[in-house]
């Protein structure tokens, strides 16, 4: 698995501070110069944080719970894949 580039994680900076604050990622981290994994965090009704790393030919986010949700060729597309990870059922209103 390909770690993230500083260029990546730059990406992803600006991604998330073009969002607005009440949008639903409500943040992210990363430790190290070049992470394997960035942590999204999501809140809505309970906070929940998706692992996102890089492929081969990408990117891939997984739930909360480790199981892969979407693979895509960028970030743009990947991270705001966020919003469709599904409701855990303790998570429905």
Known sequence: MP???????????????????????????????RPDTVWIFRTLTHWRRFPLTRTGSGYALSDDRGNLFREAGSLGELLLAVEAVPRRPVDQP
Do not use: Q
Request: a negative charge.
């Open 3 to 33: 770690d993230f580039s500083p260029d990546d994680i730059d990406e992803i900076d600006r991604l998330w501070r073009s969002l607005p604050p009440t949008h639903m990622w409500t943040g992210w981290a990363a430790a190290g110069e």
